[in-house]
């Protein structure tokens, strides 16, 4: 079966910096397309990032220039890694994979900025 873990997620200062990880397995990693989102307290998950089977990448306003999204096929890992991060970025965030249609959700990762 599908499974998602995300790792690397912290408490970090305004500014600092964080690489989150995203473990896939049960699927063709190197064929399919995956995301991150996330969702803060009292608000929708929402789009931060994804990166297509052949690489591109697509960022919502509020992270692009901060963060990247990146993948390694041979490992069967996504990555996002969020520079300049600010308070308005804490959240959950979460692994996204469409997979024979239907959609998975990693268990998330809690992001904290603050100081």
């Known amino acids: 079966q599908v499974q998602l873990v995300e790792s690397g997620g912290g408490l970090v200062q305004p500014g600092g910096s964080l690489r989150l990880s995203c473990a896939a397995s049960?699927?063709?990693?190197?064929?399919?397309?995956m995301g991150w989102y996330r969702q803060a307290p009292g608000k929708q998950r929402e789009l931060v990032a994804d990166?297509?089977?052949?690489?591109?990448?697509n960022y919502a306003d509020s992270v692009k220039g901060r963060f990247t999204i990146s993948r390694d096929n041979a490992k069967s890992t996504v990555y996002l890694q969020m520079n300049s991060l600010k308070p308005e970025d804490t959240a959950v965030y979460y692994c996204?994979?469409?997979?024979?249609?239907?959609?998975?959700w990693g268990q998330g990762t809690q992001v904290t900025v603050s100081s």
């Open positions: 996204n994979v469409l997979w024979r249609a239907v959609n998975f």
């Open positions: 049960g699927m063709i990693f190197s064929i399919v397309g």
């Open positions: 990166i297509t089977n052949g690489g591109r990448t």
